[in-house]
């Protein structure tokens, strides 16, 4: 009876493919998946920006682990702003000028385009992030952590311009020729403007990473 | 330890990436993988440490697994985020027992090559050479282990960039782990047998810097 009553309630209850692909499917799949719906959602895009930084800030604290005690929340936050500060203050400055150029992309994939690129670079900095820790731990000289530090910087900001890049690809495709034109300027200025202000906000709020110590 | 698990690994690794990958029976292959790394390891550093003797013998028997297992640890996490960030989002699992049984590839050909070092150790090898044999050997894991890595990641775009990348963080991850837990073979000229060597050297990196600046410019490793 007992194996019965087992057997019906599986029966009854068969996993839906939904619910089914959702078990499969991994930590870093659901965190780097686009929408269920073609149109991006505020909620999941936002959800996806702070685990980004969440995980960014992972790295920044195995870079303030060399000097211990408060430098880990400093550095944390640190690394975290680097990003934030793009996605903040970059990105809508460049959403201006796409509207400016009359690009075909608008402000959802924009905001799509830019958690997914914090995503990934976060994700890289957090499975880094165990790596940076036991080198800045162990290693006397500066020189090495400053190396490992940026290095690990400079890998994620590829990994977040090359998603970046690839996401609005689709849509610069399909502007006019005009506009298109004035996106081969723009998009590498903006990615350029980004990377430097990135680096800036890395090199004021890491101080780790400048040889202080 | 599961000897035909052990055959597998070292015959077939494409198939026992795909089973990894695939999350099919990954926990007694991880179990296996964990003895095998354990073993190999543990009696190549007993043979390399056998060029001082004495206690130095136990000294790498230990710390040598210490550096396999602890660089495999550090190196999951590295693995999980750069396969996922270049399109494959496998389980934690699955890099897991992967990382693990590339680990056990690795110390298998340490467990040929312990024999070989240890007679020529015995045969009254010099400092060099001893080092050059186990850096031979190392070289030789890793290539093995880096074979099985090829089949793990498959095929599909970023395949080269993930390998490219994962090799890069396991090479540096791993010299910096062995570099803290030095000497294995012994220090030369000393005649005391030290677990950690006391002397501060910074670290591997700057060590490689250092010897890269002195090979362009002879004239200031002179005046030090």
């Known amino acids: 009876m007992n194996v019965d009553t087992v057997r019906l309630t599986r029966e009854e209850d068969p996993p839906g493919p939904d619910e089914a692909e959702e078990r499969c499917q991994s930590l870093a799949e659901r965190l780097l998946a686009l929408s269920r719906s073609d149109a991006a959602r505020w909620d999941e895009e936002v959800a996806r920006l702070g685990v980004g930084l969440g995980l960014t800030a992972l790295f920044g604290a195995a870079l303030g682990l060399r000097v211990g005690g408060a430098a880990i929340l400093v550095h944390a936050a640190g690394a975290s702003l680097g990003l934030l500060a793009v996605a903040a203050v970059a990105v809508p400055a460049f959403s201006i000028v796409l509207a400016l150029a009359n690009a075909p992309i608008d402000m959802p994939t924009l905001a799509r385009a830019t958690s997914r690129a914090v995503a990934k670079a976060g994700l890289a900095l957090g499975g880094l992030a165990p790596a940076a820790a036991m080198y800045v731990v162990t290693v006397e000289d500066a020189i090495t952590v400053s190396i490992v530090g940026f290095g690990g910087l400079a890998l994620a900001g590829g990994i977040a311009i090359s998603s970046f890049s690839k996401e609005l690809r689709a849509a610069h495709a399909a502007a006019e020729a005009r506009t298109q034109i004035a996106l081969t300027f723009a998009t590498p200025a903006f990615l350029i403007f980004a990377t430097t202000l990135a680096v800036r906000v890395w090199w004021l709020a890491l101080p780790v990473l400048t040889g202080a110590r | ?224």
Not at chain 2, 38 to 47: D, M, V
Not at chain 2, 66 to 81: E, H, K, Q, R, S
Not at chain 2, 96 to 114: E, I, K, N
Not at chain 2, 146 to 172: E, N, S
Request: glycine share 10%.
């Open chain 2, 1 to 224: 330890m599961n000897l035909h698990l052990v055959n597998r690994i070292l015959r077939t690794p494409a198939d026992v990436a795909r089973d990894c990958r695939d999350d099919r029976d990954v926990t007694s292959i991880a179990r296996s993988a964990l003895v095998a790394i354990l073993l190999g390891s543990l009696l190549f550093g007993a043979a390399v440490g056998s060029w001082r003797g004495g206690a130095q013998i136990l000294f790498s028997g230990g710390k040598l697994p210490a550096v396999t297992i602890g660089t495999l640890a550090i190196c999951v996490p590295a693995f999980y985020a750069i396969a996922a960030v270049f399109g494959r989002p496998w389980s934690v699992r699955s890099v897991v027992s992967l990382m693990l049984v590339a680990g056990a590839r690795f110390a298998l050909v340490l467990l040929a090559a312990t024999p070989v070092v240890w007679l020529a150790i015995d045969l009254g090898a010099s400092y060099d050479l001893a080092k050059l044999a186990a850096a031979l050997a190392y070289a030789l894991g890793g290539l093995a282990a880096l074979t099985l890595l090829l089949h793990g990641v498959g095929d599909g775009p970023g395949r080269r960039t993930t390998i490219a990348l994962f090799v890069v963080v396991f090479l540096l991850v791993g010299a910096q782990a062995a570099w803290v837990l030095r000497p294995y073979l012994g220090t030369p000229g000393a005649d005391d047998v030290a677990l950690f060597t006391r002397e501060r050297e910074g670290g591997l990196v700057y060590q490689l810097w250092k010897s890269a600046g002195d090979a362009v410019r002879p004239s200031r490793a002179e005046t030090r």
